[in-house]
């Protein structure tokens, strides 16, 4: 006997083996492993946390722990790890209540005006609490638009300034405004106002109704209840703990400040109207004018938590790498006022517990597969979601696991309605790599795919790992007229459609979790 070759043909057959371990680890999700998957048991997780004793699980409310507990244990009992000795992940939430000690100081040629809270300004409720002082720009609508060739901070300098911008975006009323018509883009919002007047050096921004399109321009601000006798008094603004340090002073102004800037609030109306018909800049500094602001507000902490489990992969190298599914696990709450017997609960089944479920059953079928992924699965529920995306907010700001070795995120939301053969792809142009999975796994299970190709992020909790620069996939069956009402009952939910929809995500997640290559992620001008 040649022991030189038996030994070669050892090692080729030890060598052959692996690939066929290798080849088992790689094998393509059966029919048997689909069936952990039921519609039965996706149902069962949908009349839990939609009962009405969860009491629309609020964020935070008791009713929302208890889901929280609930959904830990299910993790547990899939045998899931938690992180750092914990399933729960906290999220730090502060209530914002105004203080007493807010003021706005005008001077202009050695002049000083004091404004009025309430009649004359309002801060919003996305302020920082600061003074501030520093000469005034008006910055138009205060937009910066890439993709629209627009841009009101174009050769001007607010470094160190207070900007004085309008509401809403050019061409509000036009069908045919650049800025997609009569909808409105992120443009319109003060949120996205504030972000830029930042981004481009302002200390602080006063924003007035632009008073072409809008008769009421008092200002509102944000309905603070120490300065209104109808609104109650718990009805506060809810934030993450260090949003404070992200803000700048942002107050909402009216016509004072109109007639000081312009003369007049037919004059603001003329600008604004030349300022829609060029879509070009008409923004102006005036040195002549000093503002001082200060804005105090009280915080108040309060906490709720995202429910997290892993299961590490089994790769040495591609273990360090982590796909994350998620699903917002919270809803509106119940309501305040309402007649005795009536129905006053938001129990949201479809949104979110169709979502959760879904979560939960794909987490509950990885378990149950002899070979594990090669890549660390994290299994997310978040809450906060209906809030501000406060949960998934949370752990981009703080990640468990760093976020550039998070390959993808699945996020699963109102996944239980509407035709049961149609499934929406948001964002789908924004990761087409994933899209490609998703209709190679869609194969076996048969979706009407709709594939929103408008670049279109959408608002649930892939948006806040989208702003980190992670690939992903949002799953959703479409709005309906139960949303975010009390007729949104277990009753009305489709149980054969979220499981099939939980199949999908799980064939997804298991050919993401088990190939070697990063993904496209097309960012947004």
């Known amino acids: 006997m040649n022991y030189k070759k038996v030994i070669q043909y050892s090692f080729f057959g030890v060598v052959a083996l692996l690939l066929c371990f290798s080849a088992v680890a790689q094998k393509p999700v059966t029919a048997k492993n689909l069936k952990a998957i039921t519609s039965e048991k996706v149902k069962a997780h949908i009349d839990y946390l939609a009962s009405d004793a969860l009491l629309g699980r609020n964020t935070p409310s008791p009713g929302l722990d208890t889901a929280a507990a609930y959904i830990a244990k299910e993790f547990y009992r899939y045998g899931l790890q938690p992180v750092n000795g914990s399933y729960f992940n906290e999220v730090p939430l502060v209530i914002t209540s105004l203080g007493d000690d807010n003021s706005v100081e005008i001077t202009r040629n050695g002049e000083t005006k004091m404004l009025t809270i309430k009649t004359e300004f309002v801060p919003y409720d996305f302020t920082a609490s600061a ?22 901070y174009a050769n001007i300098d607010v470094k160190g300034k207070i900007v004085v911008v309008m509401r809403h975006e050019p061409g509000e009323s036009d069908t045919a405004s650049l800025f997609d018509g009569k909808n409105s883009t992120k443009y319109s919002y003060n949120e996205n106002k504030i972000e830029n007047a930042i981004a481009h050096g302002a200390v602080g921004m006063l924003v007035v109704t632009d008073p072409l399109n809008h008769q009421m321009i008092n200002p509102r601000g944000f309905p603070w209840p120490s300065l209104s006798k109808i609104i109650p008094k718990d009805a506060l603004a809810m934030e ?32 604004q109207a030349e300022i829609d018909k060029s879509l070009k800049p008409l923004s102006r500094h005036y040195p002549e004018i000093s503002v001082r602001m200060k804005v105090t507000t009280i915080q108040t902490p309060v906490k709720s938590n995202n429910v997290i489990g892993l299961l590490p992969g089994t790769d040495p190298i591609q273990k360090n790498e982590y796909l994350v599914i998620g699903a917002h696990y919270d809803h509106v709450g ?94 789908a142009s924004l990761c087409p790599d994933l899209v490609d999975i998703v209709k ?55 149980p054969d459609k979220t499981a099939r929809i939980a199949q999908l995500v799980y064939k997804t997640a298991w050919h993401i979790a088990n190939e070697n290559k990063r993904y496209t992620i097309v960012k947004k001008k």
Do not use: W
């Not at 138009?140 to 993709?147: D, Q, R």
């Not at 119940?334 to 169709?354: L, V």
């Open 131 to 152: 003074t501030v002082e520093g000469s005034l720009v008006f910055a138009g609508y205060g937009i910066t638009a890439p993709e629209y060739n627009y841009d009101d």
């Open 440 to 494: 190679t796994e869609n194969k076996g299970i048969g979706f009407k795919l709709q594939l929103n190709e408008d670049n279109h992020v959408g608002g649930s909790d892939h948006a806040s790992f989208y702003k980190k620069d992670v690939p992903f996939l949002f799953f959703f069956a479409g709005l309906h007229n139960d949303y975010h009402t009390v007729r949104d009952n277990p009753n009305t939910i489709n």
């Open 240 to 271: 993450l703990e260090d949003s404070q340090k992200l803000r700048i002073p942002a107050i909402h102004v009216g016509k004072e400040i109109m007639n000081l800037l312009f003369g007049s609030v037919d004059s603001l109306k003329r600008l």
């Open 334 to 427: 119940f309501n305040r006022e309402h007649k005795e017997g009536e129905d006053y609960i938001n129990n949201g089944a479809d949104d979110n517990a169709s979502g959760t479920a879904g979560v939960l059953a794909v987490a509950e079928a990885f378990s149950k597969m002899k070979n594990r992924p090669k890549r660390s699965v994290l299994y997310m529920a978040f809450s906060g979601e209906e809030k501000g995306l406060f949960g998934s907010q949370a752990y981009a700001r703080n990640p468990l696991f760093p976020m550039e070795n998070t390959v993808a995120m699945l996020n699963m939301d109102m996944i239980s309605r509407n035709d049961p053969d149609s499934l929406c792809l948001e964002g």
